[in-house]
């Protein structure tokens, strides 16, 4: 049992390696497609360093 574990342990981890670059492309996708919007709908809006300067204005 043991040994037959042992492979199926390699392939999940690869599976999750996988996964992992799967969802960077999507968080990839996603602040392009946020980044495409605001330069569509404002124009001088950031959304990257729009939070940021709020942080600064809070704090």
């Known amino acids: 049992l043991l040994p037959s574990n042992r492979p199926g342990c390699i392939e999940s981890s ?15 996708l996603i602040s392009i497609s946020g980044v495409k919007s605001s330069v569509e709908s404002g124009g001088t809006e950031q959304p990257l360093s729009s939070p940021k300067s709020g942080e600064n204005i809070h704090a």
Not at 15 to 27: A, G, P, R, Y
């Open 14 to 28: 690869e599976s999750i390696v996988e996964l992992s670059h799967i969802v960077e492309l999507f968080l990839l």
